[in-house]
């Protein structure tokens, strides 16, 4: 190992002395700084909704017709007003059939698994230069017209906490839910996890020249 190694190895051991020294200085869980987050407080953070099955949406009700009128004032300067977006600013509509062109056009409609993710998204982004400033009706409200731009409910859809997780979004097959990697399955071990006699080093990079040894403009940078 080179000398600069050596030294932030150093480094490491002394900073983890200190942090050490801090702790035992302290009671036993507590660090002597913050407050304790009140009840509301934490409310205001515990706002996500998740997709599959809508756990986290709040209570409330939102029309098509009601959506339509919101978002016209609020979102069509930006997404146009059926959707299908102003200048550069994001199509909320179609793209249907495009995600394996030349030009795939990812939108609510063609792309997105879960309709839950829409009031999710909606709530805690839109409308973009005021993000969290939609009561929850209008956010259902609008989830329900962005969903009717894309034909995925009728006119007469009533978003809610009920509705919106049977919604099937048409891309959502496409998705993979399971990943058959073995690294993604390997099980949690806290002890003699593995026989150390059973561990061979097959392979080293030492030797073989990977490493760059010097650094620079490229073509300074071949390995001597
Ligand atoms: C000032 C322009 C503006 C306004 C107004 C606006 N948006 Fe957006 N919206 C954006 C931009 C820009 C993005 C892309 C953000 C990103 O990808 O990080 C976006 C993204 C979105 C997306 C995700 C699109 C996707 O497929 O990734 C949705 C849904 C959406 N907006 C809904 C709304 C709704 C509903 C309103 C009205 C309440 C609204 N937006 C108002 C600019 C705007």
Redesign the pocket.
């Known amino acids: 190992m080179s000398r600069s190694g050596n030294g932030r190895l150093l480094l490491g051991a002394a900073l983890m002395v200190v942090c050490g020294a801090a702790a035992n200085a302290a009671e036993p869980g507590y660090y002597g700084y913050g407050v304790k987050p009140t009840t509301e407080q934490i409310a205001g953070w515990d706002i996500d909704v998740r997709g599959d099955d809508g756990a986290g949406l709040p209570a409330g009700q939102g029309s098509v017709q009601r959506g339509s009128e ?2 016209a004032e ?2 069509a ?3 146009g007003t059926f959707g299908e977006g102003e200048g550069r ?2 199509k ?1 509509a179609g793209g249907t059939g495009t995600l394996r062109s030349e030009r795939p056009e ?3 409609g063609s ?2 698994p879960f309709a839950p993710t ?1 009031w999710d ?2 709530n805690r ?5 005021a993000p969290r400033t ?1 009561s929850a009706d209008d956010v259902y409200a ?1 989830t329900a017209y ?1 969903l009717n731009l894309n034909d995925i409910v009728p006119n007469e859809f009533v978003a809610d906490q009920d509705s919106l997780p049977k919604v099937k979004m048409p891309n959502r097959d496409s998705f993979i839910w399971t990943d058959p990697r073995p690294d993604t399955m390997a099980k949690p071990c806290m002890n003699a996890c593995a026989d150390p006699a059973a561990i061979k080093i097959s392979s080293t990079a030492e030797g073989r020249n990977l490493t760059p040894r010097t650094t620079g403009p490229l073509d300074t940078m071949q390995p001597k």
């Open positions: 919101v978002f609020q979102c300067a930006c997404h600013y994001p909320l990812p939108t609510v792309y997105w829409l998204y909606i982004a839109m409308p973009m230069p939609l609008l962005i």
